[in-house]
């Protein structure tokens, strides 16, 4: 697709979407078990959606916002090949985290935690400025042209 072309297609931002929460999830979740593997007798969806297990005052807490925080990172990079534009970065992290927030809420109510709220605030603070500033980087770059097609252009201005 050409970049100066705007073509509305809701499906594939649907797919976008489920894309970018699938693999935030498999991130968290590959992160919990190298951060909390060894800690917990046995990982579930409570460090995931209780907003009870960010918390300040444990180690295990710690290892939970840590998760959280590396889940993030990985999430911006996968925007940079799902999403590819810059000026859609904010949106699409910004639904990933209003979903994140319907779930939580689905599983163990209104998160009441301010632990829960800085640290997905920051997550997705992290997330939208970390991709934008990738896919900027990428749109940025030169078009690579072949050898062939160089010379035939000097060529004809010739």
Same mark, same amino acid.
């Not at 939970?64 to 590819?84: D, K, N, Q, R």
């Given at each position: 697709?050409?970049?100066?072309? +705007? /073509?509305?297609?809701?499906? !594939? ?5 489920? %894309? &970018?929460?699938? $693999?935030?999830? @498999? ?48 999430? +911006? /990079?996968?925007?940079?090949? !799902? ?5 859609? %970065? &904010?949106?699409? $992290?910004?639904? @990933? ?62």
């Amino acid at each position: 697709m050409f970049y100066g072309t +705007a /073509v509305w297609d809701p499906w !594939l931002i649907v797919a976008q979407i489920i %894309c &970018l929460q699938c $693999s935030f999830y @498999l991130s968290l979740g590959v992160f919990m078990i190298l951060f909390l593997g060894l800690r917990v007798p046995r990982l579930s969806l409570v460090y995931f959606f209780d907003y009870a297990t960010l918390t300040t005052s444990t180690l295990t807490g710690w290892c939970v916002i840590a998760s959280f925080f590396f889940a993030s990172l990985a999430g +911006a /990079v996968y925007m940079i090949f !799902l999403v590819e534009r810059a000026r859609k %970065c &904010l949106d699409f $992290s910004a639904t @990933l985290y209003i979903i994140h927030l319907f779930f939580c809420i689905l599983y163990g109510g209104w998160p009441s935690s301010m632990a829960w709220w800085v640290v997905n605030g920051t997550g997705l603070a992290v997330m939208a400025l970390l991709a934008e500033y990738l896919c900027i980087k990428r749109e940025q770059r030169e078009i690579p042209m072949d050898r062939f097609h160089s010379m035939t252009e000097v060529l004809s201005a010739k």
